[in-house]
């Protein structure tokens, strides 16, 4: 089957996806870098491409809202966001996970305010992170792309049901041209099939209630089940994505390890970091330096068993993490990634880089230094400090 | 026009059992507004006194759909509702005619859900949302809310020695609802059961966004005998606290008039958060508090003739 490649920006990406899965309704407002998404999508709906209902809603936290009761009343619903939008959010975003409603969210990650900036960094998502939605982190246009087709069969799956976002950066991959395998849009619609929703508020003639008084002879029961699909999410998501490889011929696994078998020292990242760092990669290994990186593609579920078996032989790893938590003791990442190596008899030295903070440029330079520091690192038994900053003057 | 007779054999959609402290005028008026459809409802509700005690898991007293989604947010939640309905039924996938209803609060309306509302409405959802005004947040226990008229005693505005209670005006969300231009907005009581009930008829007969605000009188906060508050809901009208009219399609109607207009010191008179206005001292308050009726009811005149 001959796919069609297109060139397109990350957000012309989602956007495209979001037309090929063309949900019944669409709520969302505009933010910098997202606008480009929901302006994409608009224009479709504008031009009859799709026959989804729009809700141009007057706030983020009426778009999240508006997205409860759409997919409570059995309506297939999407929304996009960024930054200060996902804020506006937040009180909602617990509702629709504790609700059980699958949304599927692309997010463009910006630094939140203040001070007030439009840059990438994933102050936004990562505060985000206990919500109870799913959290897919994306490399490029074309992971973008597939993600979200990949992100409504994880959500709508009956034994996980919870919603996903779907995270790029912003201005670097939402704003960056790529070329981009496309599916046809039956191979999509057929994937992701007809969404049902079970308890519909239309059903008129069973009516039940949605979002009660939940006291303390309830609340916990219910929200260790919603712990319970969180890991039915952690069993699931691997078959889903089985599924899905025939009609990409890629695995989109929880982890994706990049020269990483063989390696002595080695970084995690995120997102588009991880492109760079695998160009840094391969020019070190062409120096015969043992060095890999382990993207991490999901952070919830958080696929510790993964990144335990990817680390356990590698001497020192570096945790890129591109938000600040303000703990004075690393980033959320480094935090919950070197909690999972705890398990480990022998385990890798770890340190922690805070970088890109609104934006500021990674460049290869900088990666390489960290990669030289993790051979230091090797050498001394130690790092010097648990915690540095990349890049900052 | 409502009829006893054919309003008795409706069905009940909010059933009994709920846990509303007797006497509530909340419940009376979900249950008239309720009554001005046959069609399937749909409802949703903000958070507040009505939401709590309608739905402790695993009870619930609605036999009708029903979802709370936040505080702030019943507008947008109910309008997401009726997209997806819209949505739906466009593809064939639903056939019935189905109702959708938002119930919120005075804070849930007046206060932190006015932006969600004023969405809602401009977006034009095809949806009523009733405001129960009770005048205050009374689910957290009695504090003030842009609802709340002045001189009232509140947890958070109480009287005390220098203070006579609150000392703003509260706002006149039916106005700045009518400002939205939107096919029918009207302003009620339980008392006026008939005038209520044909009111929420026209709502939920209107071809867009319908929105009533009506008073629903709370013994707890408002301080007055439990089994007195349809009394209460009608001094409110006979004093001209609380006109009953309605704005149809842009114009302006009061859909009834007190014979003879008592004065407010009776509708102060009738409940103990008013009670510090009867001391000497706080006369210029009830002088103002009377002056402003008075102004309201001659400006609600000068809009219904025009
Ligand atoms: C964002 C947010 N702020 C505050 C609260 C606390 N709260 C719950 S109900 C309520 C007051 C409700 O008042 P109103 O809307 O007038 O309804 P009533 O209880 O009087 O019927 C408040 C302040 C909340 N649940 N959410
Ligand atoms: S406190 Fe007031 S509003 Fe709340 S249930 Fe009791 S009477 Fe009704
Ligand atoms: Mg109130």
Redesign the pocket.
Known sequence: MAKKILALTGDQAAAFAMKQIEPDVLAAYPITPQTEIVMNYSQYAADGLVRTEMIPVESEHSAMSACVGAVAAGARTMTATSSQGLALMW?ILYIASSLRLPIVMPVVNRALSGNINIHCDHSDTMGARDSGWIQVYCENPQEVYESIILAIKIAEDKEILLPVMVCQDGFITSHGVEGVETLEDDKVKEFIGEYKQEFSLLNVDKPLTYGPLDLQDYYFEHKRQQAEAMANAKKKIPGIISKFEPLTNKRYDFIEKYRLDDAEVGILALSSTCGTTKVVVDELRKEGKKVGLLKLRFLRPFPAEEIIQALSKLKAVAVLDRSESFADHGGPVFNEVRSALYELNKKPLMTNYIYGLGGRDVGLSQIKSVFEDLFKIVEKGGPKSLVNYLGVR | MANLKDLSKLPERLGPGHRLCAGCG?SIAVRQVLMGTKDPVVVGA?????E?ATTIYPFTAWRVPFIHN???NVAATISGVETAYRALKKQGKIKKEIKFIAF??????YD?GIQSLSGALERGHKMVYVC?T?E?????GI?R?G?TPCGASTTTAPAGKESYGKPQSRKDLTAIVAAHHIPYVAQATISHWKDLITKAQKAFAANGPAFINVLCP?HR?WRYPQENTVEIAKLAVETCFWPLYEVENGKWRITYRPKEKKPITEWIKSQGRFKHLLKEENKPVVEAIQKEIDESWAHLEKLCSL
Do not use: K, P
């Open positions: 009180e | 909340a903000s958070t507040g006194c009505l709590v936040a505080f702030e919120g609060g005075d804070g849930g309306t932190i129960y009770n205050a947040y009374m689910n957290t504090q809310s609802a709370c906060g």
